[in-house]
């Protein structure tokens, strides 16, 4: 199951011990019905009875853990834009359809932040929520236990997440939505460093998961709990917060660390206080043996990252500069083979083989390559419209090609740099580094924006149309006459930032379309949660109709999530259960049809006739050819020809008899 993480405490009228409450440890983390073993599948009722699912506008949006009668412990990053009116907690619950005899619902009176949340790096995600009246512990409803100060939870050490995420990127839980459960081992925090980048994992963040990936916490988890048994009880470690994708490998789930935060939430809790109990991870931690580019030695202290961390940027930009060198002289040879046939094969009728290369009218949306294997690195031609496109030979925002010479992203690409001549568009691309033989770079001569009002697109104009193949192609651009009904799957391609592996290859995500509720409105298109990063601004939101792909829309960043700098950049993704807005492409369609014109037809257009009488034109002119390569004769011609030597032959086999 995939996790998405955010830490808030909840504030119920729960009864929680204090630290020196003997009451309080004999209840926490010791669920009479849990005994399970094993992970990534339902959870039986009981298992996990401090779970609570916070509930907006009649659905869940976030998990949480009760932490005594009265609180709820869960992620800062799901109370962005909720107040504490409009949230339910469930407590007891298994399900989110259907009965559920042994849960209890509260409303919330307070929500508290912590004060040292920061949005941009998720750092202190943790936020309490306080109900608004206590609640009765049953075999289903019992507190957890929280890591005190000094719990070590070294690498490799066995932790359990909760929650009703998506199962992976973009796919919703299933109905009937039952809690599901996966078991991920402790990732050290230098290991996680070197994974998302040396200087992004604080002391105050737990990650875990596998290497190899396929299990996770995901969108919908945040704010849920990491848990690990010692003895009879079960202690919370980390807060789901937030994560690169889902279940992807080398990518572990990122958690608020529990055990740095006794002092704020006991500051808050002044009664009936949670439990906390120490936890020691036996043998040595091999978290410090790890090393990567940019990570202090082992001796270094841990603020030697901040100074190093700018190291591990300038690789990413060396290698982009050869492909400036990738030539389109390629269709000059064209021109020099056909003078070389006309002096003696021009008789041959050859020129009715022009039906073959007859401008057929350029068609949208076809992927031949598009295997749709999932989530994760895309291969060569899957989405052969994706464009990079590059100021100084660097990567900055994702495009379309919507013609054979237009190219359509994000008008916020452009803010800082609308100069046309310091632009290339690069199709054919696969990885930023690395090797990609069926590339083409391109001149850009025109840059026009449209001017209406929130989210706005940009066409480029090239200089000159690449030679269209398997590798590129244009992709079909709604125009309002798609439908995509809520629960359409559609897919996300980009090169976003530090994903990819060293050779930042092409990344692909799946979502679907969900419901906009009250973003509604005719020309918004609405999503599950997508982990959009820098990078990836300006690609496509890709659903398939027919045999044909078209773009529903341009991805582009929240207002809110910009920052002072010249590019446009995503923060990370949190694990909450919320929407992306996009601005539909349709919107855009006056702008298109005055920039652009005319749009190609999408790939079902095409009418087999054509292709039939051009089969069918070549065949005769072959056949004319071999009859009478001189005179053009008609194939009626050709067949007496052929008769009368017949009947020549076998007279003169007669005469000899």
């Given at each position: 199951?995939?996790?998405?993480?955010?830490?808030?405490?909840?504030?119920?009228?729960?009864?929680?011990?204090?630290?020196?409450?003997?009451?309080?440890?004999?209840?926490?983390?010791?669920?009479?019905?849990?005994?399970?073993?094993?992970?990534?599948?339902?959870?039986?009722?009981?298992?996990?009875?401090?779970?609570?699912?916070?509930?907006?506008?009649?659905?869940?949006?976030?998990?949480?853990?009760?932490?005594?009668?009265?609180?709820?412990?869960?992620?800062?990053?799901?109370?962005?834009?909720i107040s504490a009116s409009n949230v339910l907690v469930y407590v007891g619950r298994l399900s989110q359809q259907g009965s559920n005899p042994n849960e209890v619902t509260r409303t919330v009176t307070q929500i508290i932040l912590h004060p040292n949340y920061t949005r941009s790096t998720s750092d202190n995600d943790m936020c309490l929520l306080k109900?608004?009246?206590?609640?009765?512990?049953?075999?289903?409803?019992?507190?957890?236990?929280?890591?005190?100060?000094?719990?070590?939870?070294?690498?490799?050490?066995?932790?359990?997440?909760?929650?009703?995420?998506?199962?992976?990127?973009?796919?919703?839980?299933?109905?009937?939505?039952?809690?599901?459960?996966?078991?991920?081992?402790?990732?050290?925090?230098?290991?996680?460093?070197?994974?998302?980048?040396?200087?992004?994992?604080?002391?105050?963040?737990?990650?875990?998961?596998?290497?190899?990936?396929?299990?996770?916490?995901?969108?919908?988890?945040?704010?849920?709990?990491?848990?690990?048994?010692?003895?009879?009880?079960?202690?919370?470690?980390?807060?789901?917060?937030?994560?690169?994708?889902?279940?992807?490998?080398?990518?572990?789930?990122?958690?608020?660390?529990?055990?740095?935060?006794?002092?704020?939430?006991?500051?808050?809790?002044?009664?009936?206080?949670?439990?906390?109990?120490?936890?020691?991870?036996?043998?040595?931690?091999?978290?410090?043996?790890?090393?990567?580019?940019?990570?202090?030695?082992?001796?270094?202290?841990?603020?030697?990252?901040?100074?190093?961390?700018?190291?591990?940027?300038?690789?990413?930009?060396?290698?982009?500069?050869a492909p400036k060198t990738t030539t389109t002289t390629a269709p000059k040879t064209t021109t020099t083979t056909a003078p070389k046939t006309t002096t003696t094969t021009a008789p041959k009728t050859t020129t009715t083989t022009a039906p073959k290369t007859t401008p057929e009218p350029v068609v949208c949306g076809s992927a031949s390559l598009n295997?749709?294997?999932?989530?994760?690195?895309?291969?060569?031609?899957?989405?052969?419209?994706?464009?990079?496109?590059?100021?100084?030979?660097?990567?900055?925002?994702?495009?379309?090609?919507?013609?054979?010479?237009?190219?359509?992203?994000?008008?916020?690409?452009?803010?800082?740099?609308?100069?046309?001549?310091?632009?290339?568009?690069?199709?054919?691309?696969?990885?930023?580094?690395?090797?990609?033989?069926?590339?083409?770079?391109?001149?850009?001569?025109?840059?026009?924006?449209?001017?209406?009002?929130?989210?706005?697109?940009?066409?480029?104009?090239?200089?000159?149309?690449?030679?269209?193949?398997?590798?590129?192609?244009?992709?079909?651009?709604?125009?309002?006459?798609?439908?995509?009904?809520?629960?359409?799957?559609?897919?996300?391609?980009?090169?976003?930032?530090?994903?990819?592996?060293?050779?930042?290859?092409?990344?692909?995500?799946?979502?679907?379309?969900?419901?906009?509720?009250?973003?509604?409105?005719?020309?918004?298109?609405?999503?599950?949660?997508?982990?959009?990063?820098?990078?990836?601004?300006?690609?496509?939101?890709?659903?398939?109709?027919?045999?044909?792909?078209?773009?529903?829309?341009?991805?582009?960043?929240?207002?809110?999530?910009?920052?002072?700098?010249?590019?446009?950049?995503?923060?990370?993704?949190?694990?909450?259960?919320?929407?992306?807005?996009?601005?539909?492409?349709?919107?855009?369609?006056?702008?298109?049809?005055?920039?652009?014109?005319?749009?190609?037809?999408?790939?079902?257009?095409?009418?087999?006739?054509?292709?039939?009488?051009?089969?069918?034109?070549?065949?005769?002119?072959?056949?004319?050819?071999?009859?009478?390569?001189?005179?053009?004769?008609?194939?009626?011609?050709?067949?007496?020809?052929?008769?009368?030597?017949?009947?020549?032959?076998?007279?003169?086999?007669?005469?000899?008899?």
């Open positions: 199951m995939a996790f998405l993480r955010t830490l808030c405490v909840v504030t119920i009228t729960v009864t929680f011990l204090s630290n020196g409450s003997h009451s309080q440890l004999s209840v926490c983390g010791t669920p009479p019905l849990n005994t399970r073993i094993v992970g990534g599948q339902d959870a039986p009722a009981g298992s996990w009875p401090w779970q609570a699912s916070l509930h907006s506008s009649g659905r869940h949006f976030c998990g949480g853990s009760l932490i005594n009668k009265e609180w709820v412990l869960t992620a800062a990053h799901c109370f962005s834009s109900l608004s009246s206590a609640v009765t512990f049953t075999n289903f409803i019992r507190p957890v236990c929280l890591a005190a100060p000094g719990s070590s939870f070294h690498a490799g050490a066995t932790s359990w997440v909760t929650g009703w995420g998506s199962i992976s990127s973009g796919v919703t839980l299933p109905s009937p939505q039952t809690l599901q459960e996966v078991d991920v081992p402790v990732v050290g925090n230098k290991q996680c460093n070197c994974n998302y980048g040396v200087g992004s994992i604080t002391d105050n963040m737990i990650c875990a998961g596998l290497s190899a990936g396929g299990k996770d916490s995901c969108q919908g988890d945040s704010g849920g709990p990491m848990v690990s048994k010692q003895g009879i009880r079960w202690i919370q470690s980390g807060v789901v917060s937030f994560g690169n994708g889902c279940a992807q490998a080398n990518l572990p789930g990122v958690y608020a660390r529990v055990s740095q935060y006794q002092t704020w939430i006991n500051t808050q809790i002044t009664s009936d206080q949670p439990g906390y109990v120490t936890f020691s991870s036996s043998g040595t931690d091999s978290d410090l043996s790890v090393s990567c580019n940019g990570l202090p030695a082992p001796a270094t202290t841990t603020t030697a990252p901040t100074t190093t961390a700018s190291t591990t940027t300038a690789p990413k930009t060396t290698t982009t500069t295997s749709l294997t999932g989530g994760g690195l895309a291969s060569g031609g899957s989405w052969p419209w994706i464009a990079s496109l590059q100021t100084n030979g660097t990567h900055v925002c994702g495009g379309t090609m919507v013609a054979e010479d237009y190219v359509m992203s994000d008008a916020g690409c452009f803010s800082s740099q609308s100069d046309a001549s310091q632009w290339t568009v690069i199709m054919g691309r696969l990885k930023q580094n690395g090797s990609n033989p069926n590339e083409v770079t391109l001149k850009v001569i025109n840059i026009t924006m449209s001017t209406l009002t929130a989210n706005n697109v940009a066409i480029l104009r090239l200089a000159s149309q690449p030679t269209l193949s398997d590798y590129i192609q244009p992709i079909c651009v709604d125009q309002g006459s798609s439908t995509f009904s809520i629960g359409t799957q559609c897919w996300v391609a980009g090169w976003g930032k530090d994903q990819g592996g060293a050779e930042q290859n092409l990344q692909q995500s799946q979502t679907s379309v969900v419901d906009c509720e009250s973003s509604g409105s005719s020309d918004n298109i609405c999503t599950a949660a997508l982990d959009l990063r820098q990078g990836e601004v300006g690609g496509p939101l890709m659903c398939k109709q027919g045999d044909a792909w078209y773009q529903a829309a341009v991805l582009t960043v929240d207002s809110s999530n910009k920052t002072s700098s010249s590019k446009t950049r995503w923060s990370r993704s949190p694990r909450s259960s919320s929407i992306q807005v996009f601005t539909k492409t349709a919107r855009f369609q006056s702008f298109l049809q005055t920039t652009v014109g005319t749009l190609p037809l999408p790939v079902t257009a095409r009418t087999p006739v054509n292709d039939t009488n051009t089969a069918n034109n070549t065949t005769v002119s072959a056949i004319t050819a071999v009859v009478t390569p001189a005179s053009g004769a008609t194939l009626a011609h050709s067949s007496l020809v052929l008769l009368f030597l017949s009947l020549l032959s076998l007279l003169l086999s007669l005469g000899q008899a």
